[in-house]
């Protein structure tokens, strides 16, 4: 078993992902948020973005987020008052996007394009820097930090539909094996469940004692 090594480093960084029951981030024909969110959750993630984490994400997550943040902003916009405020928000956070396409410099306020290697510079911000770094999205992203060793936190809110059928972006596909510690968790609106762990990236499932079951 091998453990994540960098928990001293003056930075910590959190894996944060919304899944559905059967772990996809979204499905077809499905409204954002599988159309769950409720006042409780959304509060919640006001008082998130207030705590002004620095944001990491991937390309694809920045052009979606940077244009439903334009859309928000707009005249006649169909997001919700605490939708439009939880995305226009995003415009005075501090962003970092990871990507090899994106031409410098980046529109959405506030946001640093890094072109290399995005394990390496996330090593190096969490070696040099304070403060909390959070990932939005991105999976391919969050699963390489994770398999690095890096992540410190691995926080999930469950929304309570199965999306067999319709289910897209499967978040766990080609992730290592790795073992949670639940460090807290809680209800919101009596349906979503957030669940957030220190996670232990393992080289392997864990050894048996000689009188211990498989079980399964």
């Known amino acids: 078993m091998s453990g994540t090594t960098t928990r001293a480093s003056s930075a910590q960084l959190m894996v944060d992902l919304i899944i559905s029951l059967d772990g996809y981030a979204s499905a077809e024909g499905w409204p954002g948020w599988w159309g769950l969110e409720g006042p409780e959750y959304l509060a919640w993630l006001e008082e998130e973005g207030a705590k002004r984490y620095t944001i990491l994400m991937g390309a694809n997550t920045y052009r979606l ?16 008052r605490e939708e439009g405020a939880s995305l226009t928000g995003l415009a005075a956070v501090t962003k970092i996007i990871f990507s090899a396409t994106l031409p410098a410099p980046l529109a959405w306020p506030n946001s640093e394009l890094v072109t290399g290697d995005a394990v390496e510079a996330v090593r190096e911000m969490k070696r040099t ?28 809110v469950v929304f309570p539909v199965i999306t067999g059928r319709t289910g897209r972006e499967r978040i766990y596909d080609g992730y290592p094996d790795v073992a949670l510690e639940m460090v807290e ?23 048996r004692g000689p009188g211990e079951q498989r079980t399964g």
């Not at 304070?130 to 936190?153: E, I, K, M, Q």
Request: hydrophobic share 40%; proline share 4%; glycine share 12%.
């Open 65 to 80: 987020m940077s244009g439903m943040a334009a859309d928000a902003e707009a005249d006649g916009s169909a997001f919700s």
């Open 129 to 156: 820097g304070t403060g909390t770094l959070s990932t939005l999205g991105s999976l391919s992203l969050s699963r390489s930090l994770l398999t690095a060793g890096l992540v410190d936190r691995f926080r999930v």
């Open 185 to 207: 968790s809680r209800t919101f609106d009596g349906r979503l469940q957030l669940l957030e762990y220190v996670p232990t990236v393992l080289t392997g499932p864990p050894a």
